[in-house]
Nanobody, 126 residues
Framework: EEQLVESGGGLVQPGGSLRLSCGASGFTLRNYQISWVRQAPGKGLEWVSSISGGGDRQYYGDSVKGRFTISRDNAKNTMYLQMNSLKPEDTGMYYC???????????????????WGHGTQVTVSS
């Protein structure tokens, strides 16, 4: 069974950091471009960041640019999201998602992805 599994979420104070991980099973991540998409309480999905199959290109939403860093380790079939200087508005469920190479990066729609994880909760609060 192909699946993505996120981990690393939790409760952190404003200004703190978290590193999210996304592991793949049943398929090889290097054949996909990977994204993080989040959903704040009571709001719709928001695209956060994407990384190309080889990891040489990264893209970020305006709300996280300069604070978040996406990366991948294809040897471990895992990708990461390092989140620094966290703000209360970063609170939400974070999903990792995989889609075919060469497709649109800035995509928040689940239907456009080939695989979508169950999410990990991030709460930024004092």
């Amino acid at each position: 069974e192909e699946q993505l599994v996120e981990s690393g979420g939790g409760l952190v104070q404003p200004g703190g950091s978290l590193r999210l991980s996304c592991g793949a099973s049943g398929f090889t991540l290097r054949n996909y471009q990977i994204s993080w998409v989040r959903q704040a309480p009571g709001k719709g999905l928001e695209w956060v960041s994407s990384i190309s199959g080889g990891g040489d290109r990264q893209y970020y939403g305006d709300s996280v640019k300069g604070r978040f860093t996406i990366s991948r380790d294809n040897a471990k079939n895992t990708m990461y999201l390092q989140m620094n200087s966290l703000k209360p508005e970063d609170t939400g469920m974070y999903y990792c998602a995989a889609k075919g190479l060469g497709t649109c990066f800035r995509d928040r729609r689940e239907a456009n992805y080939e695989s979508w994880g169950h999410g990990t909760q991030v709460t930024v609060s004092s």
